[in-house]
């Protein structure tokens, strides 16, 4: 394999919840809450006010589209367009957002992006949704559950197991496919180096071969030809045996929303291509009952919500249908936080990509994160193959300055490393009161589903939601490698090893077409993400997805084919464990959680 299959045990060392007697000396605040002059939680849901911003970058590609870098992507790194508070908008007037123009040199790409939190001026002082909400929230998700076949109830939790893929009783959206852990899983680790071996053996048909194969029908539950989700369970000190994953994942690729029944009578005739990917860390001490309860509600909840409203009125702009499911996808957020299983303590990030037809609506509270990805592949040579990484979401950390400013204005503390704002080193966090110790806590997250008693002060379900479009994407890729005239923009160059001197071949121009630029999809726990980087991430994936090889190498990696999506995650998840193993010599691993397909 590409990595070590060596898993050991670590002890915890929490990055999500860590002791005052630890911490350096906390940014505190002396502003008062004006909760008399705010708005309610109930409002905030009902209201289409969205701050938003837009914005804009060229496409700069030299030997192929630029990685994103950083810890937030479209964001730059002074952290100035992480959404403004705004003046919110007039429904009656049709302005459902407040949008502000940005251009960032650094990407290739043009996005409109919301953030959904409608400001301080509009929060009624509190991340906790009212006793009022939740019990709409929880009529609606009922109705949602039991629309989708899952049945009515948010006390129950039903447990979404891989393996329900094989069963008849799959959700009326689709069978998710779901993580199955890659070495503590016996059955799914030994298909996956089945899987490995067959790819050796047969290079030319080794994705399909999979497909057919009826001796991998337990690990197809977590994956396809276009699609996987893995994981790997953390350890966090104690017993091999008493360790809990928290991270959960999906993919619905494709995601059938429109069989979901509903009720107002109307109905998605036109059944656009439609994916939902996501992932889910859960944290505290109850956060895989949140990430859990998130993962299984979320399809449905948010595809009721999108055969009811979301489909495009005839009277609709594009702008306006965008600014509709982004409002779907911020009410789904919140009513998923005001129902989650968080009592006493427990909350979990949610990244989820959605695709409806050519666009594709990204929506992320926390620090997992979910990438957009092109894959070049030269008609003339599949071996010069360019992967790289277009659009990825930030992680919404408390030293941002609007997270900042809004958790100081709640009466909250952010604690700051020592030589923080120096060096940009270490994990800033939000101390709140956990109702489970008595004790002083700190997350590592300014927004999260749950959470609750952080969100007394000022940690929020509200998302960023970006919105891209496979159409532009494909298009700027194809202006910048065939010339804005549609030819050719340079000639090809060979370089003599011996004198290296450069000559230009006497050979025709290659001129790509759309089939030739692939786009997928990556949503990721912080446990990968801290350990691998973006764009390694991404073209692994790439070659996992569509059997090619990148430019400058080889087929194989000490000779192993990484041949389908499924192995390319495990490639990445043990990636990370060594990481993690290196780093931390044994006493700690993060769960590790990995969802990706492709988007055409």
Partial sequence: MIFSTSIHPHTNNSRRVMSTSTVDTPSTNSNTKKASSLTSTSQRIASFVVTAFIAYSLVLFASGVPAVNGESTGVNNNNNNEGSGGDGGDDKKGLLFKEEKMKDDNFGYEYVGFDTYPGIHLDDGTGVAT???????????????????????????????????HRSECPSYGCPFLPLDVHYEEEAKAQLEAMRKLASEDEKNRSSKVEDDGKFHFIRSSGSKNAAALTLIGYKGGRLEDQVNQDRALVLSPYLYWNINNSSGRSDTAKPVARLLGAFDGHARFGEKVSEYVAKTLPALLGRKLVEHATKDESDTEQANDHKIA????????????????????????????????????????????????????????????????????????????????????????????????????????????????????????????????????????????????????????????????????KEIEVDPASREATE?????????????????????????????????????????????????????????????????????????????????????DDIAIAITDLD
């Fill in 505 to 589: 071949k006497d050979s025709q121009c290659v001129k790509y077409t759309e089939k030739d630029i692939k786009v997928f999809a990556i949503s990721a726990t912080d446990g990968l993400l801290d350990y691998v980087p973006e764009e390694t991430i991404a073209k692994h994936v790439a070659k996992g997805l569509y059997n090619s090889t990148a430019a400058g190498e080889t087929e194989t990696e000490d000779g192993v084919h990484t041949a389908h999506p499924l192995t390319a995650c495990e490639d990445l998840i043990y990636a990370a464990a060594q990481g993690w193993q290196e780093d931390k010599q044994g006493r700690y691993r």
């Fill in 131 to 165: 006793a009022e909400v939740k019990a709409a929230s929880i009529k609606v998700i009922d109705e949602a559950l039991e629309a989708a076949g899952l049945g009515g109830g948010t006390s129950e939790h039903i447990t979404l197991h891989p393996l329900h893929i």
């Fill in 327 to 490: 409002t779907l996808l911020r009410d789904t957020f919140l009513e998923l936080d005001a129902t989650s299983p968080a009592d006493p303590s427990g909350g979990c990030t949610a990244s989820i990509i959605l695709q409806l037809g050519s666009k594709i609506y990204v929506a992320n509270a926390g620090d997992s994160r979910s990438f957009i990805g092109v894959h070049i592949v030269p008609p003339n040579d599949p071996t010069k193959a360019n992967t790289a990484l277009i659009y990825g979401t930030r992680e919404d950390k408390a030293h941002l300055p609007k997270e900042r400013e809004r958790v100081e204005h709640m009466g909250g503390t952010v604690f700051l490393p020592r030589g923080f704002l120096a060096t940009g080193q270490g994990t800033t966090r939000v101390y709140y009161k956990d109702p489970t110790t008595g004790g002083t806590s700190g997350l590592a997250m300014s927004r999260s589903i749950g959470d609750w008693d952080a969100g007394h002060v000022g940690v929020i379900p509200d998302p960023l939601v970006a919105i891209l479009d496979i159409n532009d994407i494909r298009a700027k890729v194809l202006k910048k490698l065939n010339g804005a005239d549609g030819t050719c923009s340079a």
